[in-house]
C-alpha cells in the first residue's frame, strides 16, 4: 500500500476531498453545529453561532490553502498578499453559504412549530365547545 493510498485509508476528510466548495460548507456545519451543541446554551446571542461558523471557515479555508501554498506556490503567483487576501475572501463565501443552510434549517424548524401550534389551537377548538356545553348542563355558565 503506497503512502497516498494510506493516508485515505485511515482519514475521512482529506485535502483533496476538502478542496470542493461543498465540502468546505459541510466541514464548517459540522464544526459550528458540535460547538453549538457542546459549548452553547439557548441564551447566547444569534451572533455567536455565526462567529463561530467564520472561525471555523477561516481554519478550513487556511489549511486548505496553506497546503495549497506549499505543493505549489505558483498558485497564488507567489504572492503573499494575494494568499491572504483569499484566505479572507474564501473564508467569507464558505461562511456566508455554511449560514444560509442554518437559516433553511431554522426556517424548516420554525415552519414545525408553527404547524404544530396551528394543530394545537385546532384541537382546542374544538375541545372548547365540549367543554362549554358540558359546564352549560351543570349550571356552571349561567
Known sequence: ???EAARQAISLFNMDYLSSVTTMVLAVNLITQVIKEVFLNEKTKEMVPKLIALL???VVISVHHYTQWVKNPAV???SLIEFIFL???NSILIAGLAMGNYKVLNL???RE???MREQIGDIEKEVAPRNDSFREEKGELH
Open 1 to 3: 500500500m503506497g503512502e
Open 56 to 58: 471555523a471557515s477561516f
Open 76 to 78: 497564488f503567483h507567489g
Open 87 to 89: 484566505i479572507f475572501l
Open 108 to 110: 424548516t424548524k420554525d
Open 113 to 115: 412549530v408553527r404547524k
